[in-house]
């Protein structure tokens, strides 16, 4: 199985695609980013959803940095708790798992791992770039070890959807975004619009699903209530969405993505309206060289097919 680390703000979704990736890959540590709700609510989301899927124990969970490279004093990046609810699991509050976080820092697990791995490690970004960059800016020998990044991050010349320019894990941190792209590592980006397109779970979905009756059918039924009705009244979109766990089909199967292209990205960190905004230089206008591998198209029947076997292989 592929190593993996997985970089993660985790709520919402970020729960079913920790769930995806502990199925299909050998994932050596989770990493935690400041992002979508508070951190340590953040934390105990990702220790919690390592419980559900019966790894308790067997998958350290290390805390990274708490806001973006830029913030400055206590003034909080923008959380979302009305995306995913108060504790970003569907307002469920779970109990504690029982698993605590490591003492390691997030950035020297992921160098160290790397390091341990040469060419092995693929890195599953899920929430803002802020660990990875820092990773990156600490310890730079570790870019020719990385094997590559996938980025659940940016928007293919596409509505956003924190701003109408800017995708939230790239509009949280758009210098950490910047690092990353411009790495040299290899990667490929699956943009809020792929999630859109081909992701979106509507009420059939969801009924097939709860109809598999397994502890992960319950689970995913539990942390996507809050966020159904939220996509309804301001993305209106008829059904949940799942950028992070479509990022980790893609990941797990390349096959499903049937339609990419390498092209320039790059991310506006000033604007007035549009910090965050990926450019995608899609005829080559910069005159720069193809840095991203950007998805274009899923096949939707197929990830659907990948999200099942997940959830009901958690019983
Ligand atoms: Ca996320």
Same mark, same amino acid.
């Given at each position: 199985?592929?190593?993996?680390?997985?970089?993660?703000?985790?709520?919402?979704?970020?729960?079913? /695609?920790?769930?995806?990736?502990?199925?299909?890959?050998?994932?050596?540590?989770?990493? $935690?980013?400041?992002?979508?709700?508070?951190?340590?609510?953040?934390?105990?989301?990702?220790?919690?959803?390592?419980?559900?899927?019966?790894?308790?124990?067997?998958?350290?969970?290390?805390?990274?940095?708490?806001?973006?490279?830029?913030?400055?004093?206590?003034?909080?990046?923008?959380?979302?708790?009305?995306?995913?609810?108060?504790?970003?699991?569907?307002?469920?509050? #779970?109990?504690?798992?029982?698993?605590?976080?490591?003492?390691?820092?997030?950035?020297?697990?992921?160098?160290?791992?790397?390091?341990?791995?040469?060419?092995? $490690?693929?890195?599953?970004?899920?929430?803002?770039?802020?660990?990875?960059?820092?990773?990156? %800016?600490?310890?730079?020998?570790?870019? !020719?070890?990385?094997?590559? $990044?996938?980025?659940?991050?940016?928007?293919?010349?596409?509505?956003?959807?924190?701003?109408?320019?800017?995708?939230?894990?790239?509009?949280?941190?758009?210098?950490?975004?910047?690092?990353?792209?411009?790495?040299?590592?290899?990667?490929?980006?699956?943009?809020?619009?792929?999630?859109?397109?081909?992701?979106?779970?509507?009420?059939?979905?969801?009924?097939?699903?709860?109809?598999?009756?397994?502890?992960?059918?319950?689970?995913? /039924?539990?942390?996507?209530? +809050?966020?159904?009705?939220?996509?309804?009244?301001?993305?209106?979109?008829?059904?949940?969405?799942?950028?992070?766990?479509?990022?980790?089909?893609? /990941?797990?199967?390349? !096959?499903?993505?049937?339609?990419?292209?390498? #092209?320039?990205?790059?991310?506006?960190? %000033?604007?007035?309206?549009?910090?965050?905004?990926?450019?995608?230089?899609?005829?080559?206008?910069?005159?720069?060289?193809?840095? +991203?591998?950007?998805?274009?198209?899923?096949?939707?029947?197929?990830?659907?097919?990948?999200?099942?076997?997940?959830?009901?292989?958690?019983?």
């Amino acid at each position: 199985m592929r190593r993996v680390i997985i970089d993660t703000d985790t709520a919402g979704d970020d729960t079913i /695609a920790i769930l995806t990736a502990l199925h299909y890959f050998q994932v050596e540590g989770i990493t $935690i980013t400041g992002g979508n709700v508070q951190f340590d609510q953040q934390v105990e989301n990702a220790l919690y959803t390592v419980e559900v899927a019966g790894k308790g124990e067997q998958v350290p969970v290390y805390k990274g940095h708490e806001g973006p490279l830029l913030q400055i004093g206590e003034k909080q990046h923008r959380t979302v708790e009305d995306v995913h609810g108060s504790d970003g699991m569907g307002g469920a509050n #779970f109990a504690p798992a029982i698993q605590r976080p490591e003492a390691k820092h997030a950035i020297d697990f992921i160098i160290e791992t790397v390091h341990n791995h040469p060419g092995e $490690i693929t890195l599953l970004a899920i929430a803002p770039l802020t660990n990875i960059a820092m990773a990156l %800016k600490k310890d730079p020998t570790i870019k !020719s070890k990385i094997r590559d $990044i996938f980025i659940m991050g940016g928007t293919n010349n596409s509505l956003g959807n924190i701003t109408p320019a800017a995708e939230y894990n790239f509009y949280v941190d758009p210098e950490a975004a910047r690092i990353v792209l411009n790495s040299g590592i290899e990667m490929t980006m699956v943009g809020w619009e792929m999630c859109t397109k081909f992701s979106i779970m509507d009420d059939d979905d969801h009924e097939e699903i709860v109809n598999l009756n397994t502890k992960g059918s319950e689970f995913f /039924a539990t942390i996507n209530r +809050v966020v159904k009705q939220f996509n309804k009244d301001v993305h209106k979109l008829n059904g949940t969405t799942h950028p992070d766990t479509l990022l980790m089909a893609v /990941a797990a199967d390349e !096959s499903i993505m049937i339609e990419s292209h390498k #092209f320039y990205v790059d991310i506006e960190t %000033k604007g007035e309206f549009t910090r965050g905004y990926s450019v995608v230089d899609i005829n080559g206008r910069l005159g720069n060289q193809p840095n +991203v591998r950007v998805c274009q198209a899923i096949n939707r029947d197929v990830y659907k097919e990948m999200l099942i076997d997940v959830l009901k292989a958690i019983n």
